[in-house]
C-alpha cells in the first residue's frame, strides 16, 4: 500500500503522452499481488460550436484547492475501495484535440474494484475539482468549457 | 482586515485581474463579499460561481476573518 | 466508425506490453470525436497456492473459436453501446507474475459509455472466450487456472 | 463417419492428446460421445467440461454429423 498522507502534486504541463501512460504501467509489473488495472483516459474532442472547431483546451486551475481535493479523493478511494494503488494526473495549460488530459489509474487484486474505484475517481474529480478549461476555435476564440 | 481574493475561469474575464487584496472594515459573510464584489464588477450577476476559503467551499453564510484566502469558483470543467 | 465485420486475431504472444499499450492509445489521437477512453489490463498475480507462488501462466485457447467469440463480442458490444471504437488483445503462451495478459480498450465520445462497455466486454470474455491458463509454480509444477 | 475431437487446458492432461479422429457408426448425439470418453478416459469423470461443435457451444441432445470438430472444453479461464 502506498503512502496515502502525503499531498501530491496532480498536474502535468500540456498533454499526458502515451509514453508517460506507459511507463505508469511499467512501473506497476513489480506489484505482482495486482491482478487487475483499470485507466481512465479522458481526450479533448474537437466538438463543433456555432460553425467552430473546438482546436485545444486551455486548462487552468486553482492548483493548491485542486491538490487538496485530489487528495481527499484519494483518500476516501482508499477507504471505499481495496486498492492496490491509484494514480491521479490532469494536464494544466494547452491540450489539442486528440491529446489527453486526464488519467485516472486504479489498480486491484481484483478487476471489480479497480472498475468501480476509477468510475468513483473519475466521477468525483469532474464533480469536486476546480479545474477549468477553455475551449479554444479558430486560433483566437474561446468559450469556457462546461461539464456534463 | 485584510483578504485576498482570487479569481478563475471565466471570472477573470469580467475581474480582468487574477488576484487582489481587498482592505474591509469588520468580519463580513461571504454573501456580504458577495455583494461587495457584484457592485463593483456588476456583470458578475450573470454568473454562477462558488466560494472557497482557504481552499474549502464555503456556504454564503460563512464569517470571514483576517487574511482568509478567498476564491471565486466558476463551474468546474475538469477532466 | 471501424470495419465491425472482419474476424481479427485477438492473441498476442507472451505478454503485451506497456509499449504495446502505449502505441494502442497513440492511434487514437486522430480520433477526435473521442472524450473518454477506458483500458483494462489484466495482469498476472504471483498468487500463493499451497506455500507455493504462482511465477507465470502459460496460455492456451481454442484459436478459432475463442476468435470468433471475440468477435461475436465486439458486435454485441457495438449494439449495445455507443462507441468509436474497441479493441481486444489477449496473452498466449507464456506470461510472467507482474506481466499483462489481457487488454480491453473501449472509445466513446463520453465516459460513462467507454467504462460501462469495458466493463461489460472484461465480463463477457471471462465467460465466454475459450482460454485456459495453467498456472506455473516452482518451475515444473502447475495447476490450471479457475476464473471466479 | 468419421469426426475430429480436440482437447484443452487440464482434458489434455487426461488425454494425452491434443487432438484425435474417430470413427463412429451412426450418428451420434453428444451424450453419446461424453459416454465413450469416459470409457476411453475414465478419469474424464471427474472433470466439468462443455462440448463445442463447429466453434460453437452445443447442448448433450446435439446431434454430431460427418466431419464435425468436436472441442472438449475445461472450465474458461482467460484474462
Known sequence: MENKSKIKNVFIQGPITPAYIADSIAHHQVKTNIGGHDLFLGQVRADQIGGKVVEAIDYSAYEEMANQVFHE?????????????????????????????????????????????????????????????????NGDQYQWKVNQ | MKIQLKYFGKIVDITGVNEEEWQCTTPKTLQEIKEDLTTKYPALQQEVYKFAVNLSLENLDYVVKESCEIAVLPPFSGG
Chains 1, 3 share one sequence.
Open chain 1, 73 to 137: 479523493i484519494r483518500e476516501k478511494t482508499f477507504e471505499k475501495f481495496d486498492l492496490v494503488c491509484m494514480h491521479i494526473y490532469h494536464s494544466i495549460g494547452i491540450v489539442k484535440a486528440g491529446e489527453i488530459c486526464l488519467f485516472v489509474f486504479t489498480s486491484s487484486k481484483h478487476r471489480a474494484m479497480a472498475m468501480d474505484a476509477c468510475r468513483y475517481v473519475v466521477e468525483e474529480i469532474k464533480a469536486k475539482a476546480p479545474v477549468f478549461g477553455k475551449e479554444i476555435m
